[in-house]
């Protein structure tokens, strides 16, 4: 079995920066063969989709943080990032990393094509 493990959220004023970080641990095959996503979830709110990394390193985004987070992977450290930058209130919500051999172009922001998830890490963005 895999691990994912996340890293790097905490509370900034509105207008800072974060730099989330995602481990595989448990893996017998490197990042670059999978599909990572990172998702978010507010209280109250759903499980929503953020920013996607395929296995050939093709990105999309949320049209809600187009130009302000960049998802980036190391495959040698196994590693899944997130630079969110001009942090907004309406970022604030717990931010999960995912992965799964294998996601539609068009569902790599769907939480229910993942079968791969880290515990979460906190992120809060206030005025």
């Known amino acids: 079995q895999v691990q994912l493990v996340e890293s790097g959220g905490g509370s900034v004023q509105a207008g800072g920066s974060l730099r989330l970080s995602c481990v595989a641990y448990?893996?017998?095959?490197?990042?670059?063969?999978?599909?990572m996503g990172w998702f978010r979830q507010a209280p109250g709110k759903e499980r929503e989709g953020v920013a996607a990394i395929d296995s050939d390193g093709t990105t999309g985004y949320a049209d809600s943080v187009k130009g302000r987070f960049t998802i980036s992977k190391d495959n040698v450290k196994n590693s899944l990032y997130l630079q969110m930058n001009s942090l907004k209130p309406e970022d604030s919500a717990m931010y999960y990393c995912?992965?799964?051999?294998?996601?539609?172009?068009?569902?790599?922001?769907?939480?229910?094509?993942?079968?791969?998830w880290g515990q979460g890490t906190q992120v809060t963005a206030s005025s």
């Open positions: 448990g893996y017998t095959v490197t990042y670059s063969y999978y599909y």
């Open positions: 995912a992965a799964d051999p294998i996601v539609p172009l068009d569902r790599r922001l769907v939480s229910s094509e993942y079968i791969y």
